[in-house]
């Protein structure tokens, strides 16, 4: 069974940082992509960050560039998101998604419903 876990939310002042993981079980990480995702209450859920299968080649949206990185650990089935320079527009339930990489799909997009299998999400609070 595909599962996705994330972990690593939580309460944060403004400024400071946090790390969240995503990981995967029941399936191999190195060939899919995996998006990050976040939906504050009363927004739609938008896409933060992803990165690409093989190449590695990651993409963010405007909102975080400079401030959030992406990496993964193929070694331990797990992607990352390293939150810096935290704000309060920060906040909001974050999930981690996986697709599989697929000859008409190599590089993964910051779009939802690209992606197949989804975590449960972990909360993120940005506030002093």
């Known amino acids: 069974q595909l599962q996705l876990v994330e972990s690593g939310g939580g309460l944060v002042q403004p400024g400071g940082s946090l790390r969240l993981s995503c990981a995967a079980s029941?399936?191999?990480?190195?060939?899919?992509?995996i998006g990050w995702f976040r939906q504050a209450p009363g927004k739609e859920r938008e896409g933060v960050s992803c990165?690409?299968?093989?190449?590695?080649?990651?993409g963010y949206a405007d909102s975080v560039k400079g401030r959030f990185t992406i990496s993964r650990d193929n070694a331990k089935n797990t992607v990352y998101l390293q939150m810096n320079a935290m704000k309060p527009e920060d906040t909001a339930v974050y999930y981690c998604?996986?697709?599989?990489?697929?000859?008409?799909?190599?590089?993964?997009?910051?779009?939802?419903?690209?992606?197949?299998?989804w975590g449960q999400g972990t909360q993120v609070t940005v506030s002093s």
């Open positions: 998604a996986a697709v599989r990489r697929t000859l008409s799909r190599r590089l993964c997009v910051l779009a939802h419903d690209n992606y197949d299998y």
């Open positions: 029941g399936f191999t990480l190195d060939y899919y992509h």
């Open positions: 990165i690409s299968s093989i190449s590695g080649r990651t």
